[in-house]
């Protein structure tokens, strides 16, 4: 499958930004699909991941209540709605599937779990 990753750019600490990622190749539902981050610097950091049928979510910590995730499968595309941004969420951003299979959707927190990745989008939050 190949990722796609749209929608970074420059937003105002508190305003919105929703990046999109639209996946090609096979089955989208197959997938768990992730979204990361990765600032200058630092280490690649888990963000949200989706389940399959989409009714199950997990956010890290640093954005839970923040940012949320989402995927339409008629559009083969999945979402991170990010409100209130703060300056530290400045990053890239990299959209991720996983074809694991797991009882636990916290396990997709590990990017080790995931198969396929697309090319980042930079997020710029300003103060």
């Known amino acids: 499958v190949q990722l796609q990753a749209s929608g970074g750019g420059l937003v105002q600490a508190g305003g919105s930004l929703r990046l999109s990622c639209v996946a090609s190749?096979?089955?989208?539902?197959?997938?768990?699909m992730g979204w990361f981050r990765q600032a200058p610097g630092k280490e690649r950091e888990f963000v949200a991941a989706i389940g399959r049928s989409g009714t199950t979510t997990y956010d890290a910590d640093s954005v839970k209540g923040r940012f949320t995730i989402s995927r339409n499968t008629a559009k083969n595309t999945v979402y991170l709605q990010m409100d209130s941004p703060k300056p530290e969420d400045t990053a890239v951003y990299y959209c991720a599937a996983s074809t694991l299979v797991s009882s636990l959707i916290s396990h997709y927190s590990d990017y080790r779990k995931y198969d396929y990745w697309g090319k980042g989008t930079q997020v710029t939050v300003s103060s």
């Open positions: 190749g096979r089955t989208f539902s197959a997938y768990v």
